[in-house]
C-alpha cells in the first residue's frame, strides 16, 4: 500500500444463478387440482376432511411461483359453476319453498366463501391488491348476485314473492317474519344498491299504489276519526315491519309514501268533512281525534298550517257571533263568562291535542284579540265582570281559586285594543264598589291592581292605588272628627265622610240638591272641622254618590231600618211633614236632577217588597203628573231593608257616548306628547313616519286613530311646537 492519495473505491456487483432453478413443469396444474377439489369439497359439505392448514401452504407457494393470476381466475370460474349448478335447485323449487331453498344455499354459500377466503388468505393480501382484482369474499358476492339473484328464472320470481307475502301480511295473513329478514339483508349483504334496485324502489312504487286504492276505499265510507285511526294503523304496521324485516333506511320512506296517499293527498277533505271533520272535533272536545290529526298532519308539508287555518277562521266566525249576538249583550257578566269558557275550552285543546304547540296558542290568542275588539263595549263588559266576581261572586272562594279568576280576566284584557276605555269604566266600578262598602276581599282588589300595573305599568294604576289611600285617610279623618267634636254634636244624626281626591276618583260635576235641615248641620261642622285642619283646600258635596241609613216607622208601629241612597233620604224625610207630594214638589223641594230623581222614584214606590212610597196612578214608569204617598201599608220580614236604586247594569247611550267622548279627550294630550317625544329625537319627520311610530308608542294603550294623530300634529304646529318644512309640506321640524 503506497502512501499519498485516498484509497481507491471497490466496485461490487451482484450476478444473477448462472443455473436457472426448474419447476416441475406440471406444478401449477397438479396444485391448482388439489385447490380445486378442496372447493369442491367445501360446496359438498364435506371439509372435515380437509387440512386447512395445508390447504394454505399450497395456496401460498402457488402465490409464491407467480401463479397467482392462475389461482383467482380458477377460483372465479368453480364459483361461477358452482353457483350455476345452484341456481337450478332454486329454480326448481316450488311455491313457499321457493324462498327457504334461496335462503339454504345462502346460508351455504356464505359458509363456503368464509373458508375459501381462510384458503387463499395469502393471495387476498398480496396478490389481489397488486393485481388490483375484487377481493375474494366480494367475488364470491358478486359472483351470488350476478348467477343467482340476477337470474331470468329468478330475479322477477323473487320480487314478486316477497311483494306478494308483504301484500297479504297488509291483508292480516301471517307470514314467515325471519325467512324474510334473512332474503333482504342477503340484498343488503350484496350491496345498498342490490337492496335498493332489486327490492326497495318496486316495493315503495307497489306500497304507493296499494296506499292511494285503499285511502280512496277509506275515505269514501268512514267519518273522519275513523279515517285517521285506519292511517295511524297503517303507518305504525310500516314502521314495525321495517323494525322486522327490512333495511331501516326503508322506515322514512315508506312512511312517506304512507303519509303521502293517506295524509297529504287528502288533508283538505278531512278537515272540511262534512259532519266529522275539523271543526266538529274542536266543538264535541274530541281529544283523542284532534290529538291523531296532529300527529298524522305534521308528518306532511303544510299539514299543521291547513289545521291551523280552518280553526283560526273556525275560532273568528263563532268568536263574531258570540260577540255580536244581541241576546248575549243583554249580560254583560254572561257575555264575558262565554268568551273565558271558549278561551278555556281551546287552551286545553292546544294543551292536550296539539302538544301546547305554540303556533296554534298565537293562532288562538290572535283569533280572540280580533272579534273581542269587534265589540266596542267589550272593555267595559270585562270591567262589569271584574265589578260582579269582587261584588259578589267571589265569596266563599279560596286565595287560589281568586287569583285563577283575575288571571283569566287579565288574558281577555291582554287582547283589548283600547285598554284606556277599560281603565275609565275599572275607576268607575272600582268607585262604586269602595264608597257603597261592597267589595268583597281588599286583597283580592289589590290583586287585581298588582295585575294590571304589571301589565302597563305604574301610570295606568296610580288613580287606582290613590283610591285605596282615599279610603284609608278618611277613616283616619272620621275618628279624629268624633274625638274632637263628639260633645258639639250630641244626639243627631252621625255622618261618615269619604274624602275624594280630585282627579284620582270618577267624579262628574254634581249640582247640588237641597239637603234635609238635619243633615246640613252636621255637614257645616264637618266642613268647618276639615277646613280647619287643611289649609288651602274645598270640599264640595258629591250627594250622588252617598248613601244613608234611616230608621221608619209603618202603620201598626212596624219599624224598620231603610238603607237608601242620598237622593231617596232627601226623598222620604220630606214624608216626614206631609202625607202626599206631586212629582214636580219634590223636584222643587229636593233640586235633584231630573233623570235621577225619576230613578230615585221608580226604586221606592214600584219595586214589589221594597215599595215604601205608592204612587197614584200605579205604573212602571215616573211621568211629571204623578202624586206618591207614604205607603201605611208597607210590610216586609227583614228588620233591615236595602232599597237599590234602579239603573242598568250596563251604561245608557248617552252615558255610553260621554264615557266615550271623555276617552277620547284624555287620549289627545297622549297623543301629543308621544308626538312631541318622537320629534324632539329625531328632529325632521314625514307624515307618515309619525304615524307609525304614535301607533307603536301608544298601542299598549289604545290604538290611535291616524285622523286624530293629523288633527293632534296640526295643533302642535299651532302651538308652535312643530313646523312644515318650506320645501316638503308633508316632512315636518321639531322647534326646540
Known sequence: MSGGGPPRKRNFKIELFKHRVELDPKYSERTWKVLEHAIHEIYNHNASGLSFEELYRTAYNMVLHKYGEKLYDGLESTMTWRLKELSKSIEAAQGGLFLEELNSKWMDHNKALQMIRDILMYMDRTYVPQSRRIPVHELGLNLWRDHIIHSPMIHSRLLDTLLDLIHRERMGEMINRGLMRSITKMLMDLGATVYQDDFEKPFLEVSASFYSVESQEFIECCDCGNYLKKSERRLNEEMERVSHYLDAGTEAKITSVVEKEMIANHRHRLVHMENSGLVNMLVDDKYDDLARMYNLFRRVSDGLSTIRDVMTSYLRETGKQLVTDPERLKDPVEFVQCLLNEKDKHDKIINVAFGNDKTFQNALNSSFEYFINLNNRSPEFISLYVDDKLRKGLKGATEEDVEVILDK????????????????????????????????????????????????????????????????????????????????????????????????????????????????????????????????????????????????????????????????????????????????????????????????????????????????????????????????????????????????????????????????????????????????????????????????????????????????????????FLERDKADRKLYRYLA
Request: aromatic share 8%; charged share 30%.
Open 409 to 720: 280576566v287579565m288574558m281577555l284584557f291582554r287582547y283589548l285594543q283600547e285598554k284606556d276605555v277599560f281603565e275609565k269604566y275599572y275607576k268607575q266600578h272600582l268607585a262604586k264598589r269602595l264608597l257603597s262598602g261592597k267589595t268583597v276581599s281588599d286583597d283580592a282588589e289589590r290583586s287585581m291592581i298588582v295585575k294590571l300595573k304589571t301589565e302597563c305599568g305604574y301610570q295606568f294604576t296610580s288613580k287606582l292605588e290613590g283610591m285605596f289611600t282615599d279610603m284609608k285617610t278618611s277613616q283616619d279623618t272620621m275618628l279624629d272628627f268624633y274625638a274632637k267634636k263628639s260633645e258639639e254634636l250630641g244626639d243627631g244624626p252621625t255622618l261618615d265622610v269619604h274624602i275624594l281626591t280630585t282627579g284620582s276618583w270618577p267624579t262628574q260635576p254634581c249640582p247640588p240638591c237641597n239637603l234635609p235641615t238635619e243633615i246640613l248641620t252636621i255637614c257645616d261642622k264637618f266642613r268647618s272641622y276639615y277646613l280647619g285642619t287643611h289649609n288651602g283646600r274645598r270640599l264640595t258635596w258629591q250627594t250622588n254618590m252617598g248613601t244613608a241609613d234611616i230608621k221608619a216607622t209603618f202603620g201598626k208601629g212596624q219599624k224598620h231600618e231603610l238603607n237608601v241612597s242620598t237622593y231617596q233620604m232627601c226623598v222620604l224625610m220630606l214624608f216626614n211633614s206631609t202625607d202626599g207630594l206631586t212629582y214636580k214638589d219634590i223636584e222643587q223641594d229636593t233640586a235633584i236632577p231630573a233623570s235621577d230623581l225619576r230613578r230615585c222614584l221608580q226604586s221606592l214606590a214600584c219595586v214589589k217588597g221594597k215599595n215604601v212610597l205608592r204612587k197614584e196612578p200605579m205604573s212602571k214608569d215616573i211621568s211629571e203628573d204623578d202624586t206618591f204617598y207614604f205607603n201605611d201599608k208597607f210590610t216586609s220580614k227583614l228588620v233591615k231593608v236595602k232599597i237599590g236604586t234602579v239603573v242598568a247594569q250596563k251604561e245608557s247611550e248617552p252615558e255610553k257616548q260621554e264615557t266615550r267622548q271623555r276617552v277620547e279627550e284624555d287620549r289627545k294630550p297622549q297623543i301629543e306628547a308621544a308626538i312631541v317625544r318622537i320629534m324632539k329625537s329625531r328632529r325632521v319627520l314625514d307624515h307618515n313616519s309619525i304615524v307609525a311610530e304614535v301607533t307603536k308608542q301608544l298601542q299598549a294603550r289604545f290604538m290611535p286613530n291616524p285622523v286624530v294623530i293629523k288633527k293632534r300634529i296640526e295643533s302642535l304646529i299651532e302651538r308652535e
